[in-house]
């Protein structure tokens, strides 16, 4: 577990974490594994019709008007990373800054009371700063998927149906079973900009579960809950992440949560 816990410490992976999670969330303990139920076939422009349908009705229940308003967020919460019994073997607090407008974002990191690590998503590009390396650009790939995340999560349905490239309803699926209780529900693909994000949501259309790759681990999924109204919009207070395999990896809890707040003007100045 403390290799993959160095994985996931990779300059993007918390930012990409943070970001898809920020308005969602869950429970706890390592539940037994799952395989996703198959669904019926359906015919690409039935799919299509009935996932415009199914986005319209996605982001409704996420938070309608409020969601498509959504400018900035300002978070803190607190990361788990747990070993293979569930136990937790290290615990980050992490607090992110995100305006949607422009596309920008920063997620400070501490342990023991002392920053450990920084990134910026500005204008200028994606940084991460730490107390050892001092401020640097991040590798292309890593600083992709910090503006993939904008993709994902409640934040990604903002847009409704304009500008998507592909949405699909895929039918009714299983994913996991946590506690004995089976993560499961229709399953919503949206493509943005070359970005797939496939949500499952209940019957109301809420998004219960989430798959989406991190850079330096591969697919995990999101199982959201326990969520709160902020905003106008739903907000979770945990999140649960597991391997395809169903294994917990991490919880992060949300402390809290503030929407369309304004951040002062230094939020993302970047240190040099």
């Known amino acids: 577990m403390k290799m993959l816990t160095r994985q996931w410490l990779s300059a993007a992976t918390?930012?990409?974490?943070?970001?898809?999670?920020?308005?969602?969330?869950?429970?706890?303990?390592a539940p037994p594994v799952a395989r996703p139920a198959v669904p019926a076939v359906q015919p690409a422009q039935t799919q299509a019709q009935a996932g415009r349908v199914l986005l319209d009705k996605a982001l409704?229940?996420?938070g309608g008007e409020a969601l498509r308003g959504l400018r900035t967020t300002q978070q803190r919460s607190e990361m788990t990373f747990v070993d293979a019994q569930g136990q937790p073997v290290l615990v980050l607090p992490i607090t992110a800054s995100v305006d949607y407008v422009n596309g920008w974002a920063r997620l400070t990191t501490s342990q023991g009371g002392q920053v450990i690590n920084e990134q910026f998503l500005t204008s200028q590009g994606a940084f991460v700063s730490?107390?050892?390396?001092?401020?640097?650009?991040?590798?292309?790939?890593?600083?992709?998927s910090l503006t993939d995340s904008f993709?994902?999560?409640?934040p990604g349905l903002?847009?409704?149906?304009?500008?998507?490239e592909s949405v699909k309803n895929?039918?009714?699926?299983?994913?996991?079973?946590?506690?004995?209780?089976?993560?499961?529900?229709?399953?919503?693909?949206?493509?943005?900009?070359?970005?797939?994000?496939t949500y499952l949501l209940n019957s109301q259309g809420l998004i219960v579960a989430e798959r989406y790759p991190i850079e330096?681990?591969?697919?995990?999924?999101s199982v959201y809950g326990n969520f709160q109204a902020i905003g106008g919009m739903q907000v979770p207070?945990?999140?649960?992440?597991?391997?395809?395999?169903?294994?917990?990896?991490?919880?992060?809890?949300?402390?809290?949560?503030?929407?369309?707040?304004?951040?002062?003007?230094?939020?993302f100045k970047v240190p040099e």
Request: glycine fraction near 16%.
């Open 60 to 62: 409704k229940a996420n």
């Open 151 to 154: 993709f994902y999560g409640a």
């Open 158 to 164: 903002r847009q409704g149906n304009q500008g998507r």
């Open 216 to 221: 330096g681990l591969g697919e995990v999924i």
């Open 14 to 29: 918390l930012s990409a974490l943070l970001l898809s999670g920020a308005v969602q969330a869950g429970g706890a303990g």
């Open 130 to 144: 730490t107390p050892q390396s001092g401020t640097v650009p991040l590798p292309r790939q890593e600083a992709k």
């Open 237 to 267: 207070g945990m999140t649960l992440g597991f391997a395809p395999n169903g294994t917990l990896l991490y919880v992060i809890k949300d402390l809290e949560t503030r929407i369309n707040v304004t951040l002062p003007a230094d939020t």
């Open 170 to 197: 895929l039918g009714e699926q299983t994913w996991l079973k946590v506690e004995g209780r089976e993560i499961k529900g229709t399953v919503l693909e949206v493509v943005t900009k070359g970005v797939k994000a």
